[in-house]
């Protein structure tokens, strides 16, 4: 028999229905990426590298793959020394395949900043490779064997206030020349000039391309962040990820603005056009050329064919990207470059609408106080302020809610079998006492996408990356180091790898959701009940592997929600039990000492002891039988 709900209303256990779905449906979801998918994904990882390394056992590669040093080391390179960068560039095919991040380490505590570019033979290589296409017969153009020399005047190292000119003249008296200049940050502008010293036109055009073999191996996005080739042409951002290049291994694309580049979860390689001629914007995926090589991938620019006369000069400029995808620092890019949405490169995800303020929001307060794990408590407190009007209606629902939980109990004791009658006093008492159960619905739905946004945030900023806290948290971008299983570290032990690392932040976060559990009516559905009791044990479980800064924001977050709604409960004059034994309890077991009695009366024989003064034998007949 259901529960009899008013016209125009939705019923009270549906939208609780609905809640425990979408919580069980989230769970599930992350327990089965982050024990079933992500292990799959890197035992396939592992299995392909393993038939790689098979295979160029079998039949060795075209090129050996050799230390970064030695390829370093045994060509004529240029320095490249800025602020933020470091590197060289080779006069040999002059390609732009050396550029470490000096303020980024590839890990915490390591000295060795973070590389994004390698030369070809090396073990990662990335590079920016550019040069001409001609449509002319017979044309000689510059390839990745061609030796440059430093123009007259060029300085020989590149840094942000002296630029490098390198120019190579072919045997037909057409000259090209390559300058390269860089700022302050990680912006290094490419001007690509050919001047014709030939008898006859030329049709040429410039090309810059950003190439990797083999996969990233900096970071992993896991499915929240986009790693791959991205294109954005003429208003549309196109994404593909490296798996799925092989698929569809040519993608073209027709446009006048728009960037291009190889981005993963904090860096961003990338040719930035000029925005005014119509170009092609090229994906493109080559398979390994032998066994025991990787394929290539490679996302290219390329304008339209020009002529030019003889004694002419043609010129293009393009900029490159190579560094951290600060949000901030995009967008100065964007307006200073003229690039449309250069700072989608950030990959903010379909609930931009919220993940973009926040990622401001913690951007000014970190530059208030310094330390990203404050201002996570900060944009919480402001969160959470933000939804208090809604938060207090659900908090008063659950309080009054209490408040009538003992009528209710009384109410089901008094129409035990019948359920309709029962449903429908029910209801009444909701409307008697102006209780709404559906009240506390809304504030939880809300919570939700703030919850994956504040978790998109923390996972792909950049400025979170080996941000310390306090004490043990040094890095908010990783998981609590600390675990239960050694009493966090009190004990020298190491736990074995397939133990939850359950750390601090995780116990504390637990506890404040037990404690808010005890604040708020527990189901009536039996099955519900279940899931509400072991509900947080349950998050515990899943978050303790979840970055740490997202754990604070979690913790904190219910620790307001516990003083909020205490403050509420006592200004309603409604009891706080939080160890004793709660007045639904109470009422419960005064509801099953009911329904006990009414089941055993029937059956239950009363003995009744008659004593007469005077007269009274336990063992033998009583004097009127003698």
């Not at 920016?128 to 061609?146: A, M, R």
């Not at 000259?175 to 036109?201: K, P």
């Not at 009493?487 to 032990?493: A, E, H, T, Y």
């Not at 559990?517 to 559905?525: F, W």
């Amino acid at each position: 028999m259901t529960q009899y709900t008013p016209p125009g209303q939705m019923h009270p256990q549906d939208m609780r229905n609905m809640l425990y779905f979408a919580v069980v449906a989230i769970a599930a979801f992350l327990l089965f990426d982050r024990y079933f998918m992500q292990p799959k994904i890197q035992q396939t990882q592992l299995a392909q590298m393993a038939v790689a390394g098979q295979a160029a056992q079998k039949a060795p590669a075209p090129e050996a793959i050799l230390p970064i040093a030695d390829v370093l080391s045994d060509a004529t390179r240029l320095t490249i020394d800025t602020p933020q960068l470091a590197g060289t560039l080779a006069l040999k095919g002059g390609r732009l395949d050396d550029v470490v991040l000096k303020n980024y380490k590839i890990a915490e505590g390591s000295d060795e900043g973070m590389r994004l570019l390698a030369p070809a033979q090396t073990e990662n290589p990335a590079y920016f490779e550019s040069g001409w296409v001609g449509q002319s017969d017979g044309l000689i153009l510059p390839d990745k064997n061609t030796v440059w020399s430093l123009a007259k005047g060029s300085g020989e190292t590149l840094t942000s206030g002296a630029d490098v000119t390198l120019v190579w003249t072919n045997p037909q008296n057409i000259t090209f020349t390559r300058a390269y200049s860089v700022d302050d940050a990680f912006m290094i502008t490419l001007r690509q000039s050919v001047t014709n010293g030939s008898g006859a036109a030329i049709q040429i055009a410039p090309y810059t391309a950003v190439a990797q073999r083999g996969m990233s191996v900096r970071d992993e996005g896991g499915g929240i962040a986009h790693v791959g080739p991205v294109v954005y042409a003429d208003g549309e951002l196109e994404e593909t990820a490296y798996g799925k290049m092989a698929k569809n291994p040519s993608q073209q694309f027709t446009a006048t603005s728009g960037w291009a580049g190889l981005t993963d979860k904090y860096w961003l390689v990338a040719a930035l056009p000029d925005q005014v001629a119509a170009k092609t914007f090229r994906m493109m995926y080559s398979e390994p050329t032998a066994p025991g090589t990787r394929p290539l991938y490679q996302v290219d620019v390329t304008p339209a064919v020009s002529s030019v006369a003889p004694g002419e000069m043609s010129q293009v400029v393009t900029h490159l990207f190579v560094g951290a995808k600060q949000a901030s620092l995009l967008q100065e890019y964007q307006t200073k470059l003229g690039v449309a949405n250069f700072e989608l490169a950030v990959d903010f995800g379909i609930l931009f609408f919220l993940t973009k303020p926040f990622y401001w929001l913690l951007s000014q307060f970190f530059h208030l106080v310094g330390n990203f794990g404050v201002a996570i408590l900060m944009l919480t407190l402001l969160i959470r302020l933000a939804i208090y009007p809604l938060a207090s209606t659900s908090f008063r629902a659950f309080a009054k809610l209490k408040t009538v939980a003992p009528h209710m109990q009384e109410i089901r004791t008094k129409y035990v079998d019948d359920k309709a009658r029962m449903q429908q006093e029910i209801v009444k008492l909701y409307e008697r006492e102006k209780v709404n159960p559906m009240a506390g619905c809304l504030p939880i739905l809300i919570q939700i996408p703030i919850f994956f946004a504040m978790y998109k945030v923390i996972y792909i900023t950049i400025e979170m990356r080996h941000a310390p806290f306090f004490g043990w948290i040094t890095d908010l971008s990783v998981k609590d180091p600390t675990t239960i299983f050694n009493l966090f570290g009190l004990v020298p032990f190491t736990p074995p790898s397939w133990l939850p690392v359950i750390g601090i932040w995780p116990c504390l976060m637990l506890i404040f959701m037990l404690i808010q559990q005890k604040l708020n009516p527990p189901p009536t559905d039996n099955m519900q009940r279940i899931m509400f009791l072991y509900m947080p044990f349950l998050m515990t479980f899943i978050l303790s592997g979840f970055p740490a800064g997202l754990v604070v924001y979690w913790t904190f977050s219910n620790a307001l929600s516990v003083l909020q709604q205490a403050y509420i409960m006592r200004s309603m004059g409604v009891p706080i039990h939080l160890f004793g034994e709660t007045d639904e309890a109470k009422a419960k077991k005064a509801h099953k000492a009911s329904l006990r009695d009414l089941r055993d009366e029937p059956r239950v024989t009363k003995k009744v002891k008659r004593k007469d003064a005077g007269s009274e034998n336990l063992f033998g007949a009583d004097d009127s039988q003698k």
